[in-house]
């Protein structure tokens, strides 16, 4: 785990409250695997104010991007930041998802969630299929750079079916994983998203008898274990996000 001082290199908005933040971090980047987070001090903040976790979207080239929705006072005030700027980071923190899949990997992202499933994407071998969901088109996010990857089927599902399939993310995942069975393929799924979203993908690879690989998203104050903030019940006992976690197996999860 590193403490870097990292100058931000873009930032930008792409509408409906999301944006791109990339920042150097050139020894950081080096160690960062999908679905693992970082800690970032805002620096608009009082030296006091926590810092805030942000999956990571891509490490490349020395460099971290993270996408990030503004949903409250820390964000909001990370907005302000700018090309030149300097930033406090931390990380690699967490347990991120396996780097290898047998057989098909369904990436299952709700809103934001894409974000460690395109990291994780540009790593796993063999056949993909990203289901990206969200309540409007607005929400289906980075679509682009999913398409850039190369190997990476997408299907998208909205609330309002302004995009793709109406209804939930898990209408085309249950269309593909029946077409996956009916072939006698295999697969494994990869989630990060909304709690309802993550325990219906959950449910369906312990359903299925599939590997399921599930980012848990919860408050995660110190990001790394000290003050027992950020607990997911398992069938270990309590777990802490912020280290055995945010990547659970399915079958090891407990939902209330």
């Not at 006091?48 to 909001?76: H, I, M, N, Q, W």
């Amino acid at each position: 785990m590193l403490n870097e001082k990292c100058t931000v290199l873009e930032h930008v908005e792409i509408g409906a409250g999301y944006r791109w933040l990339v920042f150097s971090a050139p020894v950081m980047a080096s160690g960062l695997v999908p679905g693992q987070f970082v800690h970032v001090r805002v620096p608009a903040l009082e030296p006091s104010a926590l810092r805030r976790p942000f999956s990571v979207f891509d490490a490349e080239d020395g460099k971290v991007t993270l996408l990030y929705k503004t949903v409250g006072r820390g964000t909001a005030a990370l907005n302000g930041a700018k090309p030149g700027d300097e930033v406090e980071v931390m990380g690699p923190l967490g347990h991120g998802f396996p780097v290898k899949c047998d057989g098909v990997a369904l990436l299952v992202g709700g809103g934001y969630g894409v974000a460690p499933l395109h990291f994780l994407a540009k790593r796993l071998p063999g056949k993909k299929i990203l289901f990206a969901g969200g309540r409007t088109a607005a929400d289906l996010l980075a679509l682009d750079r999913f398409a850039r990857i190369g190997d990476v089927e997408v299907r998208t599902a909205t609330n309002d079916g302004s995009a793709g399939v109406k209804g939930l993310v898990t209408d085309p995942l249950d269309a593909a994983i029946s077409e996956i069975e009916s072939g006698g393929g295999r697969m494994e799924l990869f989630a990060c998203g909304p709690d309802g979203m993550l325990k219906a993908v959950a449910m369906r690879a312990v359903e299925h008898g599939m590997p399921g690989w599930i980012s848990m998203d919860r408050h995660m104050i110190c990001g790394v274990g000290a003050c027992y903030a950020c607990i997911q019940k398992t069938v270990r006992g309590n777990s802490r996000c912020c280290v055995e976690g945010p990547v659970f197996a399915a079958k090891d999860l407990l939902w209330e």
